[in-house]
């Protein structure tokens, strides 16, 4: 029978991995293969010896949460320096950019 220490364990550890393949899938400049986190289903509550292994997902998916904003708004930037701004064509082309 697996205990509730290595059920967190195993899990947390799975999204640590996750994270890290988010992290490469963003370096490549691919936004789109960052895959959605949810947290477990099924899982009892969290045992205390894996509060630390917590806090470390926690902060590493603040990081990556702020790395992802900070390239979505770069490529923002871009596109409305790079697009015609007087042209319908310019605006929907910026839209595009921004979803």
Do not use: K, N, Y
Not at 17 to 39: H, I, K, M, N, Q
Not at 57 to 80: K, M, N, P, Q, Y
């Amino acid at each position: 029978m697996t205990t509730a220490p290595d059920r967190w364990t195993a899990a947390l550890t799975q999204m640590l991995a996750e994270l890290d393949e988010a992290r490469r899938a963003l370096a490549d400049g691919d936004v789109s293969r960052v895959p959605t986190f949810a947290v477990p289903a099924g899982l009892p509550p969290l045992p205390p010896e894996c509060a630390d292994l917590a806090h470390q997902v926690a902060r590493e998916l603040r990081s990556l949460e702020s790395e992802i904003a900070g390239e979505l708004a770069s490529r923002s930037t871009v596109a409305r320096r790079t697009t015609p701004q007087g042209s319908a064509a310019g605006r929907s082309r910026r839209f595009e950019a921004i979803a």
